[in-house]
C-alpha cells in the first residue's frame, strides 16, 4: 500500500472536538429540555451522555464565572473595564480546608471584614476602623492591599474530588465605575461650560473649542484611567489564588479582628518594614 495513503484517517484533535461537541448536542437534542435545566438535571444529562462528574462541575462552574465577565458591552464598558470580574482556579484541597484559609486571609491579609455568609459562598468588604485604614494608607508590609477598592469580594469554593477544590474569587467594583465616570463627567463638563462662555463673550471659535476639546480628551483618560486598576484587582485575585494553590496560607487558627493584637502587628510589620 502507498505510504503517502494511510489505510485508517487520523482525527485530528480539532476534529475530535467537533464530532464530540455535536454528539453532546445530538443527545441533548433528544430530551425536551424547555427554557433550560437545573443543576440537578443537568447532573443527571451529563450521567447519562458519560461525562464524569468532576469535569461537568468544574465546566459549570466556569460558564458560570464567563457570565460574569461578559456582562458589559455597551460604552461604558468599553470606557472603563467591567463592573465586575472573577478568576477561578482548582486548588489541591478540599472545601473546608481552602475556606478556613481564605477566611483568615482575607481578613488578616487584605484588610476585609465579612460582609454575608451564604450556604455556598462568603463575602467581604473593606473594614473600615482606624488601624485598617493606617494600614492601606501606608501600605503597612509593603502591600497595596488593592482588594479593599472593591465594593465586594465573593468567594465559592466547592468539592471537586476527594482532596481537590475549585475556588471562584469574584470582585464588585461598581463603585469605582460609578467614580470615574462622574469625575471624567465633571472634567467634561467644566470644559464645556467655559467653552460656552467663551462664545458669549464673542472669543473666537477657535479658542473657545480649546476648553471643551481639552476636557473631553480629560475625560476620557480619567475613564479609560480605571482600567488599569481593574487589571490590579484582577492580579491582586490572582495572587490570593497562587498563596491558595501552593499553601501559603495557614489553615487553622482564628483571624484576628481588631484590638491590642491588631496595635501590636502594625507596630511588628512598621519595625520589619523599617528593617534593622
Do not use: C
Not at 458519560?50 to 460604552?75: H, V, W
Not at 501600605?139 to 465594593?151: D, E, F, W
Not at 467594583?173 to 460656552?196: F, Q
Request: hydrophobic letters at 40%.
Amino acid at each position: 500500500m502507498n505510504e503517502l495513503v494511510p489505510d485508517k484517517a487520523r482525527i485530528d484533535r480539532a476534529g475530535l472536538e467537533r464530532i464530540i461537541r455535536r454528539a453532546a448536542e445530538l443527545q441533548a437534542q433528544e430530551r425536551d429540555i424547555g427554557e433550560g435545566l437545573t443543576e440537578p438535571e443537568l447532573m443527571h444529562l451529563g450521567y447519562d451522555v458519560g461525562i464524569p462528574a468532576a469535569y461537568l462541575q468544574r465546566a459549570l462552574l466556569e460558564e458560570r464565572t464567563r457570565a460574569i465577565q461578559l456582562d458589559d458591552s455597551k460604552l461604558a464598558g468599553w470606557l472603563t473595564g467591567p463592573r465586575q470580574i472573577a478568576v477561578q482556579r482548582s486548588v489541591p484541597e478540599n472545601a473546608e480546608g481552602i475556606e478556613a484559609a481564605l477566611g483568615r486571609w482575607m481578613i488578616d491579609g487584605e484588610l476585609l471584614s465579612v460582609k454575608r455568609r451564604y450556604p455556598d459562598r462568603t463575602s467581604w468588604e473593606a473594614r473600615q476602623d482606624m488601624f485598617s485604614s493606617i494600614k492601606r494608607e501606608f501600605k503597612v508590609g509593603g502591600r497595596p492591599y488593592r482588594l479593599a477598592r472593591a465594593k465586594e469580594i465573593v468567594g465559592t469554593v466547592t468539592d471537586l474530588e476527594p482532596g481537590r477544590s475549585h475556588v471562584q474569587l469574584s470582585a464588585d467594583l461598581s463603585n469605582t465605575r460609578r467614580s470615574h465616570l462622574t469625575g471624567a463627567a465633571t472634567v467634561t463638563g467644566i470644559g464645556g461650560l467655559a467653552t460656552a462662555i467663551g462664545v458669549t463673550l464673542g472669543v473666537a471659535l477657535p479658542v473657545a473649542l480649546l476648553p471643551i476639546g481639552l476636557g473631553l480628551l480629560a475625560g476620557l483618560a480619567i475613564a479609560r484611567h480605571r482600567r488599569s486598576r481593574v487589571e490590579e484587582t484582577q492580579v491582586a485575585l490572582e495572587q490570593v489564588l497562587d498563596r491558595l494553590e501552593h499553601g501559603e496560607i495557614p489553615r487553622s487558627g482564628k483571624p484576628a479582628l481588631g484590638g491590642v493584637g491588631t496595635i501590636k502587628r502594625i507596630a511588628d510589620e512598621i519595625k520589619r518594614s523599617l528593617g534593622p
